[in-house]
């Protein structure tokens, strides 16, 4: 078993920045890939970024490519997504997953966190 809690979520208006954070325990020498996905209300959650465990691989949809970054921290177990020139299309509850394969889709991780708002306004 995984258990992943996030924190960091919050309102900021629009240009604003924000970061998010994905604390881990268990079993995740299981689970190599972690990632961050989002879900507006009523649209389908959708992928953002991911980074690999042991090799420093990352990957980002090209709507966040260049605001957004993802990072971790070995020691602490915990990844980070710093949000940067935020937009309101951004708003929505930001996920943590871990998964064991690399991939932006929802089926390569099985499991995810509870879930941090984010709303920007305009």
């Known amino acids: 078993q995984v258990q992943l809690v996030e924190s960091g979520g919050g309102l900021v208006q629009t240009g604003g920045s924000l970061r998010l954070s994905c604390a881990a325990s268990?079993?995740?020498?299981?689970?190599?890939?972690r990632a961050w996905f989002r879900q507006a209300p009523g649209k389908e959650r959708e992928f953002v970024a991911a980074?690999?465990?042991?090799?420093?691989?990352?990957d980002y949809a090209d709507s966040v490519k260049g605001r957004f970054t993802i990072s971790r921290d070995n020691a602490k177990n915990t990844i980070y997504l710093q949000m940067n020139s935020l937009k309101p299309e951004d708003t929505a509850v930001y996920y943590c997953?871990?998964?064991?394969?690399?991939?932006?889709?929802?089926?390569?991780?099985?499991?995810w966190g509870q879930g941090t708002q984010v709303t920007v306004s305009s």
């Open positions: 997953a871990a998964g064991p394969r690399w991939g932006n889709s929802v089926h390569e991780y099985d499991y």
């Open positions: 268990g079993r995740t020498f299981s689970r190599n890939v």
């Open positions: 980074v690999t465990w042991t090799i420093h691989m990352t």
